[in-house]
């Protein structure tokens, strides 16, 4: 079975995840320059079988649309484009930075450790990728 990636979008950094081949745990992959995004997708989908990116969508806490929503919208044109093949979910990614703050802290990780912004995306990728598959798993389509 074709793994699911997602994609923790940032304007300087982008956190990504991905499933394993069963689909049954998300696991943080690597954060990578935002610059660099399409070029590790290319990489890694040349090697790994993946057939669906979901893309965190931000929004407002209360669902109102953030001002990150017009870069994303970009993004994701852009990867439509690249990989035609690969289907594109549009995910809801409020709070996921909360929660990886949270899971660090809970985690046990020293304060100068949670600063580490690159380890935040990739955890906030990690937890939206945990979160999307719940859904399809309590939504089968």
Do not use: C, W
Request: net charge positive; charged share 25%.
């Amino acid at each position: 079975m074709a793994r699911i990636l997602s994609i923790d979008y940032g304007q300087k950094r982008t956190g990504i995840a991905v499933s394993d081949p069963l689909r049954l745990t998300a696991n943080g992959l690597e954060t990578v320059p935002t610059h660099r995004l399409i070029a590790y997708l290319q990489e890694y989908t040349a090697r790994e079988q993946v057939d669906t990116f979901v893309l965190g969508f931000p929004s407002q806490p209360d669902g109102s649309p953030s001002s990150n929503q017009e870069r994303v919208r970009q993004i994701a044109t852009a990867l439509q484009r690249r990989f035609p093949n690969i289907r594109l979910v549009l995910y809801d990614e409020r709070f996921t930075s909360v929660l990886a703050h949270r899971a660090m802290i809970d985690g046990g990780l020293h304060r100068k450790a949670r600063q580490d912004k690159a380890l935040v995306d990739k955890i906030s990728a990690t937890i939206l990728l945990q979160d999307y598959m719940e859904h399809l798993r309590l939504n089968p389509q």
